[in-house]
Antibody, heavy 118, light 106 residues
Framework: EVQLVESGGGLVQPGGSLRLSCAAS????????LHWVRQAAGKGLEWVSA???????YYADSVKGRFTISRENAKNSFYLQLNSLRAGDTAVYFC????????????WGQGTMVTVSS | SYELTQPPSVSVSPGQTASISCSGD??????ICWYQQKPGQSPVVVIY???KRPSGIPERFSGSNSGKTATLTISGTQALDEADYYC?????????FGGGTKVTVL
């Protein structure tokens, strides 16, 4: 079964850090671009970051310099390191895959909740 | 930064056609994807590359993209199509989502 499973969410204080993981199974991991998308409660989808098959990262302006995306093809996993967290980063974080620009995010994880609060 | 604009809500009667617009500058130069999201669930892609339908997505979902507007059309809308719908595009190495449209089937 093709699947993405997130982990690593939780409650963290403002200014703190968190590392999200996304474990993939059921497909050739190295063939896909990988994304993180977040959604605050009652709000729309917001793209956060992507990493392509060559390992090149891309970031939304709102997280550039604070978040770092990486992938580990040997472990069929990719990650999002969240630093200098703010209350506005509170959201459900989804991981997703895409096989080439414009082909759509065809598989999504179930999401992991990140809450930034003192 | 690039923006995609959607109407906040669309209402449709069962069996009728729902059209959801997505507007942005030079949209015809970009591929548009559409996602359906039901409460408490992860999004599902219903249209990719403007007008292609993934396997498993009903034929009543169709897409188009011309000028500055892309459109998702749901023909013969069913109660189970009630959901939030988001358009999405790539712009200069970043991904942009529209604000979302809540489709209500009355």
């Amino acid at each position: 079964e093709v699947q993405l499973v997130e982990s690593g969410g939780g409650l963290v204080q403002p200014g703190g850090s968190l590392r999200l993981s996304c474990a993939a199974s059921g497909f050739t991991f190295s063939d896909y671009d990988l994304h993180w998308v977040r959604q605050a409660a009652g709000k729309g989808l917001e793209w956060v970051s992507a990493i392509d098959t060559a390992g090149d990262p891309y970031y939304a302006d709102s997280v550039k310099g604070r978040f770092t995306i990486s992938r580990e093809n040997a472990k069929n996993s990719f990650y999002l390191q969240l630093n200098s967290l703010r209350a506005g980063d509170t959201a459900v974080y989804f991981c997703a895959r895409e096989q080439g620009s414009g082909s759509g995010f065809d598989v999504w994880g179930q999401g992991t909740m990140v809450t930034v609060s003192s | 930064s690039y923006e995609l604009t959607q109407p906040p809500s669309v209402s449709v009667s069962p069996g009728q056609t729902a059209s959801i617009s997505c507007s942005g500058d030079k949209l015809e130069d970009k591929y548009i994807c559409w996602y359906q999201q039901k409460p408490g669930q992860s999004p599902v892609v219903v249209i990719y590359q403007d007008d292609k339908r993934p396997s498993g997505i009903p034929e009543r979902f169709s897409g188009s993209n011309s000028g500055k507007t892309a459109t998702l059309t749901i023909s013969g809308t069913q109660a189970l199509d009630e959901a939030d719908y988001y358009c999405q595009a790539w712009d200069r190495s970043t991904v942009v989502f529209g604000g979302g449209t809540k489709v209500t089937v009355l």
